[in-house]
């Protein structure tokens, strides 16, 4: 699907900033929208190994509809999946492709710190009024169904965070200014605004006020192996467009392949890339098979993952040489749509912070404390290894 229909549109949804209508049909009459939706839903009853796999073959073939199409799992959490009405209400039109799926939760000053956030949502008899402005809303322009969240207990911070769904057309609300992004440029990415916008409690996710920003770090635990598998996927089409090149190039009389010095390249370029789908397919069945703490292994799939896509496309664009640099040739596109994903859906950064700390984690309940001192090593003491007489 993704070689029949989005490569052959990847460049030109990349020059228009189109968005890629053509694809979302195709993706439609091949089932593939919203299978990881439950059955009696219309969907496919897939996990996250399945999303991910979708979603690095098209990205394979074009980022931006690799993210397009991941970004719509967004609502795939776990709070509005146990709730029925919303399940009865969002679910089947997602699963039909009629429903496009965005995720607001990062501000103009809260982006890393998303705890910080500053849109309210205060009770107003059995709803809720929104007031505030969303950044950096992948899908913001196309989607129907908004995830938003907001302070609905200001005076507790991020503990006073809910979860909204909130349907496009509702008074208040507007999609606003579009990102001129360098990459994934046929996903628009807009803002959100919020003016006295009326949410009824019926729409807050799960059905149940506060536990937002906990609602948030676990569906983003549980999509960061998407973004991961979408730089996995650029990780190999970009390997592959440098593979094809450097056999066809002739330079000193033979194929630029046949120099060692592009072989050994190549080699570290395939390995880092097989490293990065053995991790992203092990963090996506770990998330399928239920194992309780995955945010560790999920920052370790997503930053892995997106720091070998911008090495092994960067590469890439080196291999290719000036053509590389030129957009009369495809691999550029790779290294500008690899770029965003060191960034969004939490940065490199956070990511080795929610290691760092699980790791933190790990330790206290291996040593019931943080004091480590050289007794916790006995087999390192002088008294384990005696030196020779
Ligand atoms: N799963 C469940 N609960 C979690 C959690 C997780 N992965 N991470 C944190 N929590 C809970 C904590 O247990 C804590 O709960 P209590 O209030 O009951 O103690 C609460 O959330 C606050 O956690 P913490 O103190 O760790 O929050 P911090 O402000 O330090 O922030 C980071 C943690 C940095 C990890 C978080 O803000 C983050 O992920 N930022 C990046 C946001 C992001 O990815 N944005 C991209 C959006 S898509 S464009």
Same mark, same amino acid.
């Given at each position: 699907m993704a070689e029949k229909f989005v490569r052959p549109r990847a460049a030109e949804l990349d020059r228009s900033g189109e968005y890629g209508w053509d694809i979302l049909e195709a993706l439609k009459s091949y089932r593939l929208t919203g299978i990881w939706i439950p059955e009696e839903y219309g969907g496919q009853g897939a996990g996250v190994l399945d999303i991910c796999l979708v979603v690095e073959q098209l990205s394979r073939a074009c980022g931006g509809i690799g993210v397009a199409y991941a970004v719509n799992a967004s609502a795939r959490s776990d709070r509005p999946r146990r709730h029925p009405e919303q399940k009865q209400k969002y679910l089947p039109p997602i699963a039909a492709g009629t429903a496009l799926i965005a995720f607001g939760l990062s501000e103009k000053a809260s982006g890393s710190d998303a705890g910080s956030l500053r849109t309210t949502a205060i009770r107003d008899g059995s709803d809720f009024i929104l007031n505030g402005h969303k950044k950096w809303n992948t899908n913001g322009a196309v989607a129907s169904t908004f995830t938003v969240?907001?302070?609905?207990?200001?005076?507790?911070?991020? /503990?006073?965070?809910? *979860?909204?769904?909130?349907?496009?057309?509702?008074?208040?609300?507007?999609?606003?200014?579009?990102?001129?992004?360098?990459?994934?440029?046929?996903?628009?990415?807009?803002?959100?605004?919020?003016? %006295?916008?009326r949410v009824p409690e019926s729409q807050v996710v799960g059905g149940k006020e506060g536990g937002g920003f906990r609602n948030a770090m676990m569906t983003l635990d549980r999509a960061r192996p998407g973004v991961a598998a979408q730089a996995l996927g650029l990780a190999q089409g970009g390997l592959e467009w *440098?593979? /094809?090149?450097?056999? =066809? /190039?002739?330079?000193?009389?033979?194929?630029?392949?046949?120099?060692?010095?592009?072989?050994?390249?190549? $080699?570290?370029? &395939?390995?880092?890339?097989? @490293? *990065?789908?053995?991790?992203?397919?092990?963090?996506?069945? @770990?998330? %399928? @098979?239920?194992?309780?703490?995955?945010?560790?292994? $999920?920052?370790? *799939?997503? !930053? +892995?993952?997106?720091?070998? @896509?911008?090495? !092994?496309?960067?590469? &890439?664009?080196?291999? +290719?040489?000036?053509?590389?640099?030129?957009?009369?040739?495809?691999?550029?596109?790779?290294?500008?749509? $690899?770029?965003?994903?060191?960034?969004?859906?939490?940065?490199?950064?956070?990511?080795?912070?929610?290691?760092? /700390? $699980?790791?933190?984690?790990?330790?206290?309940?291996?040593?019931?404390?943080?004091? !480590?001192?050289?007794?916790?090593?006995?087999?390192?003491?002088?008294?384990?290894?005696?030196? =020779?007489?």
């Open positions: 969240y907001a302070l609905t207990d200001p005076d507790k911070g991020m /503990r006073g965070i809910s *979860a909204f769904i909130v349907e496009k057309g509702t008074p208040g609300f507007s999609v606003g200014k579009r990102e001129d992004t360098m990459g994934i440029r046929t996903v628009p990415v807009n803002e959100l605004d919020f003016v %006295d916008c *440098a593979l /094809r090149y450097a056999s =066809e /190039r002739r330079q000193f009389g033979q194929t630029v392949m046949s120099h060692q010095a592009i072989q050994f390249m190549l $080699a570290d370029m &395939a390995t880092q890339v097989e @490293a *990065a789908r053995q991790l992203v397919y092990t963090s996506a069945r @770990a998330i %399928d @098979a239920g194992v309780k703490n995955i945010n560790k292994i $999920a920052a370790m *799939a997503k !930053v +892995f993952a997106t720091d070998t @896509a911008m090495k !092994v496309t960067t590469d &890439a664009v080196q291999l +290719f040489g000036g053509y590389g640099y030129c957009r009369d040739y495809p691999i550029e596109k790779y290294m500008r749509d $690899a770029k965003i994903t060191q960034i969004y859906e939490g940065t490199n950064q956070v990511q080795r912070l929610v290691i760092g /700390r $699980a790791l933190t984690r790990e330790l206290k309940e291996l040593t019931g404390h943080l004091d !480590v001192t050289v007794e916790h090593f006995p087999d390192f003491t002088p008294a384990a290894n005696p030196t =020779e007489e």
